[in-house]
């Protein structure tokens, strides 16, 4: 669900309180966002600025986002012209998706200097532009727009910046009754819907005829001015929009998500959306319903983009493994036949004398048989008598001897499927810097090449950044998302005596309490074990709980891999919401 005016608006509005404050840092964790941390108030906030082309957006956050070693050009131009600056101005560009912040700082002469971010919310054609307003000049955009990709506008270091292309609607904050009737009867006549086969519904003419407004928000409109009627007549119509504009007009915003039933479609909106069927939930503020709705959407999408080859390299090494298993079972089920060939061999040894070189079969009895009966034995007719008697022999000696091979290499292989499967289940939970550390896993144990050698940067981390959270006593709670975590958490972090939770024989993360706790936190670290597992969406997943002192990792193992005694068991059922309630920070 795309942000429209009328949600920019709201969130414009919310922003007014941060006027005044002060950039203090500024981020940009991947190529669509940037982070301002402003100090207002007495307090940091964080603002999140995206031009994902999916989920473009303007909302505090409270997410925590891990920064690149080495910043971008683009951050590293806004801070060197924002950084330290105020917050003039927040503005939206009439009912535009279009917000223009005015920073003001001192330059390197210590002069007063004015400079405009400007957040264009477009969908695939968001951007992030940084602009000289008194001469008109884009400094830099956060994604370039060369003459190449449009013939209308560029958005390249040095060029004039040109606003969006307008789209000749009216603002419907500012329309009165008059007004708005005549709006809709030029769209009823406009060109386009006059050679259109079917008539123009209503809701298609409130988003032709008024800038700002989505269908969404168009179809409530329109399902509000029929109550009570079987069809739309335009004075119901405009009682409807007077109502919702009045209420945007006077900053009366009531932001809900709505889980439509029975499809679980989630929408969200600055008004009740009331044409909607299904579960409704309010929020104190449009950056929280956002936050809510988004939730870690457009981060996940952007590490499946990433870790694509990964994923496919790592199914293809699953796959593979699950068929040599399949093969070395049937070996197994092979070698159980051993002693019917030793029996064999046997038998013709007994019958050499009645057997010469060139026979296809033999008749002999069987002694192994209780009733003596007569068994029928195959012959290699290019062999004598007692060379088709050690063949059998050397056939039983070999299946002896594998089955001992087999077996451990049906072990290896169980291992490798349980270390390829964790692979996958860490991909699913990881976050940008995450795929970094587990890609660098994967070269290190020779399952994929690093291309990149000569270039890449020896800037070996000692230590793994971790998630700590903080459970509801305070207690902290360390969670390790990927093998390196693991490891650095499980074998050099934690204290002999502080307490570490598995999914029990399910692939998950090392979660560690740190000191002294409750079963309240016990509780809270189970859940989060089993949250980061591949049984986040199972109900009663059993948790393993234990000390330090008895988790062990054996010599050769697999990275992540440990053995635990004196353990307790737990069982949990993961909830999202209440995971999301606890404080996080990364150490």
Request: net charge negative.
């Amino acid at each position: 669900m795309a942000l429209d005016g009328l949600v920019l608006h709201a969130i414009v509005h919310e922003l007014q309180m941060y006027v005044g404050g002060r950039i203090n840092k500024i981020h940009q964790p991947s190529d669509n966002d940037v982070v301002l941390q402003i100090r207002t108030q007495r307090q940091n906030v964080k603002l999140l600025l995206s031009a994902n082309p999916t989920y473009p957006r303007v909302q505090t956050t409270e997410q925590v986002t891990m920064n690149p070693m080495d910043a971008p050009m683009f951050c590293m131009l806004l801070r060197k012209y924002c950084e330290g600056g105020v917050i003039e101005v927040v503005e939206q560009i009439g009912m535009e998706r279009v917000i223009r912040l005015q920073i003001r700082h001192r330059d390197e002469l210590g002069d007063i200097s004015l400079k405009y971010i400007i957040v264009e919310i477009m969908g695939r054609h968001s951007n992030i532009i940084l602009l000289d307003p008194v001469t008109g000049t884009i400094l830099d955009g956060i994604h370039h727009v060369t003459p190449a990709i449009s013939s209308y506008r560029v958005v390249m270091p040095g060029s004039t910046y040109v606003t969006p292309p307008e789209q000749d609607k009216q603002n419907p904050l500012e329309v009165d009754s008059a007004s708005f009737f005549q709006a809709l009867e030029r769209t009823a006549s406009s060109d386009e819907v006059s050679v259109s086969p079917s008539p123009i519904k209503p809701e298609q003419q409130l988003v032709a005829a008024f800038s700002g407004l989505s269908p969404l928000i168009a179809k409530e409109i329109v399902y509000r001015s029929m109550q009570g009627k079987t069809e739309v007549d335009t004075a119901s119509l405009w009682q409807a929009f007077s109502e919702v504009m009045t209420a945007m007009r006077e900053d009366r915003y009531e932001p809900v998500i709505v889980e439509q039933e029975p499809t679980g479609k989630l929408f969200f909106a600055m008004t009740p959306l009331t044409h909607i069927k299904g579960t409704s939930k309010s929020y104190a503020t449009p950056s929280l319903c956002l936050e809510q709705f988004y939730g870690d959407k457009a981060e996940r999408d952007t590490v499946k983009q990433r870790v694509s080859d990964l994923l496919k390299f790592l199914q293809n090494e699953v796959n593979k493994n699950v068929k040599k298993l399949e093969k070395l079972q049937d070996t197994i089920e092979d070698s159980k036949d051993a002693d019917k060939y030793r029996i064999l061999g046997e038998l013709l040894t007994a019958s050499l004398h009645t057997i010469k070189k060139g026979d296809k079969e033999v008749q002999a009895i069987n002694y192994y048989d209780e009733d003596q009966a007569m068994i029928t034995i195959t012959l290699d007719p290019l062999l004598g008598p007692a060379e088709n008697a050690q063949r059998y022999f050397k056939k039983y000696s070999k299946l002896k001897n594998s089955t001992v091979i087999v077996e451990e290499q049906i072990a290896q292989t169980h291992q490798e499927i349980t270390y390829l499967t964790t692979l996958l289940q860490q991909l699913s939970v990881a976050s940008l810097p995450d795929i970094e550390e587990i890609r660098d896993e994967l070269m290190e144990q020779g399952y994929v090449r690093d291309r990149n050698k000569k270039q890449r940067k020896k800037k070996k981390k000692d230590k793994p950044a971790l998630a700590c959270y903080e459970s509801s006593e305070g207690v902290p709670i360390y969670v390790g998302k990927n093998n390196t975590q693991n490891e650095y958490l499980t074998n050099r972090l934690a204290s002999s005596m502080d307490t570490w939770l598995h999914t029990k024989d399910i692939p998950g993360s090392h979660v560690v309490i740190r000191g002294e706790f409750s079963d309240t936190t016990l509780l809270e670290a189970a859940q989060l074990a089993a949250y980061f597992s591949q049984a986040k969406n199972s109900s009663q997943v059993p948790v393993d709980y234990t000390t330090i002192k008895h988790v062990h990792k054996p010599n050769g193992s697999k990275p992540g891999f440990v053995i635990y005694v004196n353990q307790k068991t737990l069982y949990v059922t993961p909830e999202e919401e209440e995971i999301k309630q606890l404080k996080v920070t990364i150490k």
